[in-house]
């Protein structure tokens, strides 16, 4: 049973790029959240996709875009990046298999970036 | 954005002792979530908590969601090398007929002595 993956690992962009980071859920799941973890701080939440729309948002600015898609994957894409935005950005899947599954959220490997 | 506050930051203790950490809000969470994190991996799920005043065990590991909804608590019992890592308190609310994104605490890191 494959667990949740991200691509790529690591990626160092410039400021003012764009940025895409890729995420396949846990099998079984359809509901796909993003974090983004600042070096030594907890992860904070992005926003939460399911059914291919955004359901809830965090405190991000509008730079911060996202998309699911019919197999559940998701991406997330960060517009006129800042130094501030580097960071290791999390994915995380959440399902329905029974009502506790759609509470707990399973995180992949994360992607780290380096903004310069 | 919003985060937990979760004590102690960092806890340096013998291989064999028993470890104890909480988590405080102040706002109310339908669902508790104990993480563990190690270098370069993300966040691994330990134990969930549904109603409030619920005890749950996973092997040596102890969490309990606090009669308020404010609060939760972890305690890990005879340390061994391996718990080392940092463990995150994650508090989350249920609207719109879904789960909401999980609050984050800072963390704790734990740190075994020889």
């Known amino acids: 049973d494959a667990g949740v993956t991200q691509s790529p690992t690591h990626l160092i962009k410039t400021r003012g790029q764009q940025v895409t980071l890729r995420c396949s859920p846990k099998?079984?799941?359809?509901?796909v959240s993003w974090y983004q973890q600042a070096l030594g701080q907890g992860p904070q939440f992005i926003f939460q996709?399911?059914?291919?729309?955004?359901?809830q948002r965090g405190n991000f600015p509008d730079r911060f875009s996202g998309h699911q898609f019919p197999n559940y994957s998701s991406e997330l894409n960060v517009n006129a990046l800042l130094l501030g935005d580097s960071a290791l950005y999390l994915c995380?899947?959440?399902?329905?298999?029974?009502?506790?599954?759609?509470?707990?959220?399973?995180f992949g490997p994360g992607t780290r970036l380096t903004v310069t | 954005g919003q985060q937990l506050n979760q004590s102690p930051q960092s806890m340096f203790i013998q291989e064999g002792e028993d470890v104890s950490m909480n988590c405080t809000s102040s706002?109310?969470?339908?669902?508790w979530l104990w993480y563990k994190q190690e270098p370069g991996e993300g966040p691994v799920l330990l134990i969930a908590?549904?109603?409030?005043?619920e005890l749950t065990s996973n092997g040596r590991l102890t969490a309990q969601f606090g009669i308020t909804r404010k609060d939760s608590f972890l305690n890990i019992s005879a340390s061994i090398p391996s718990d080392v890592g940092i463990y995150f308190c994650?508090?989350?609310?249920?609207?719109?007929?879904?789960?909401?994104?999980?609050?984050f605490g800072k963390g704790t890191h734990l740190i075994i002595q020889p």
């Open positions: 099998s079984g799941h359809d509901t």
């Open positions: 908590l549904y109603k409030a005043g």
């Open positions: 996709y399911y059914e291919e729309e955004e359901r």
């Open positions: 995380a899947s959440s399902g329905l298999q029974g009502w506790a599954a759609n509470y707990e959220q399973y």
């Open positions: 706002s109310i969470f339908n669902t």
């Open positions: 994650a508090g989350q609310l249920a609207s719109g007929g879904g789960a909401d994104g999980l609050t």
